[in-house]
Structures are given as structure tokens and as C-alpha cells.
């Protein structure tokens, strides 16, 4: 089992970096222009595109977590509800290197860009993860795979013959009859 969750976290570094090259190809950084008087200055469409940075990390993630959370229920079902703990691992792990990988892809220091630039300069935002509960999506991602196949199995589910009224465990519940005969009338 141990062998089989270190291939799990190898695979969840690569779904990070790679997931990391899609969302700095995808995000769009936009860009303060620094003014005569050494003011930067943002446009609204610019502020928005902030946010639409860390909305692509949720978007890549909720798809990433999706693929981890089915891996793990595939290779460790049949160690219970420990399952989705390893989902929800291999999803923040997968979202951690995301985060990291996607930061060292970026321009740099916004401040030493901004210090060094010229009035009438264009000076992009750092590429970097401005709410980190965006994170949280990742690992959620990964946990709902588990918790859906968990609920549609037949291992213990409502199908089950354990289960239900009709299944041995209600048949085993109910009390058995006396071999010795008890008798029919009542004596005084």
C-alpha cells in the first residue's frame, strides 16, 4: 500500500506541474501603467482579470481533483473510508505544486519591476494565487470521486445483501426459537 500512495503523490507532482504550464499559458496577468508621476495605475478590466487568475486555479483544479479522487478510489477502495484521506492528499499535493510551479513561472517581483520601471511603462501583476482557499477546491475535487463511488458501491451499500430487511443481517437479528417447548397452558 505504501508503494502504491508514493505513486500516487509522483502522479499527483506532475498533475501539479503540469497543471501549473496550463494555467500560466491560460491567465492573462494584467498590467499597471505607470503614470508621469510615478502612480501605477490598473484599469477595471485589468482588476478583473485578477480575479479570473485565481478562478482558473479553481477551474484546473476541480478537473485535476476529479482524475486524483478517481485514482485513489480505483487503487484503494478497499481501505475504506482511509480512501478518502489519500484523495484528498493527493489533491492539495497536486494543488500545492500548482501554486508553487505557477509562481516561478511568473515575471518576478512585482515591487523590483515596479521600482525599476519608467513613467509610461507597463508592469504586469506577479503571477501568483491571490485567494489561497482556492486551494481548498482542489482537495474537495479529489474527495468527491470517492464519496460518489462510495455511495453507488455495492460493497455495504443499500444493494447489499448485508443490508435492508430482507438481508441476513435483519434475518440473524431476529430471535430464534427455543428447541425446548414451552408449555401451552398455564398451570397454578
Not at 508514493?6 to 497543471?19: E, F, M, P, T, Y
Not at 493527493?90 to 510551479?101: D, R, T
Not at 515591487?111 to 507597463?122: F, H, I, K, M
Request: hydrophobic share 55%; aromatic share 8%; charged share 10%.
Amino acid at each position: 500500500m505504501v508503494s502504491w500512495i508514493g505513486v500516487l503523490a509522483g502522479l499527483a507532482v506532475i498533475v501539479g506541474a503540469l497543471s501549473a504550464l496550463l494555467w500560466a499559458r491560460i491567465v492573462n496577468l494584467p498590467a499597471y501603467v505607470v503614470g508621469p508621476d510615478h502612480v501605477a495605475v490598473m484599469s477595471e478590466h485589468g482588476q478583473t482579470e485578477v480575479f479570473a487568475a485565481d478562478a482558473w486555479f479553481v477551474v484546473i483544479g476541480l478537473v485535476a481533483g476529479l482524475v486524483l479522487g478517481g485514482l485513489a478510489w480505483s487503487w484503494f477502495r478497499a481501505f475504506g473510508s482511509m480512501v478518502a484521506f489519500v484523495a484528498l492528499g493527493s489533491g492539495l499535493l497536486a494543488g500545492g505544486v500548482c501554486w508553487g510551479v505557477g509562481q516561478l513561472l511568473g515575471p518576478g517581483s512585482f515591487e523590483v519591476r515596479l521600482a525599476r520601471a519608467n513613467p509610461g511603462d507597463s508592469v504586469t501583476i506577479a503571477f501568483r494565487l491571490h485567494s489561497p482557499t482556492a486551494l481548498a477546491a482542489w482537495g474537495l475535487a479529489s474527495v468527491l470521486p470517492t464519496l460518489i463511488a462510495a455511495v453507488l458501491s455495492r460493497d455495504g451499500g443499500a444493494d447489499s445483501p448485508d443490508a435492508g430487511p430482507r438481508g441476513r443481517l435483519a434475518e440473524t437479528a431476529q430471535p430464534e426459537e427455543s428447541p425446548v417447548s414451552e408449555p401451552s397452558g398455564l398451570e397454578r
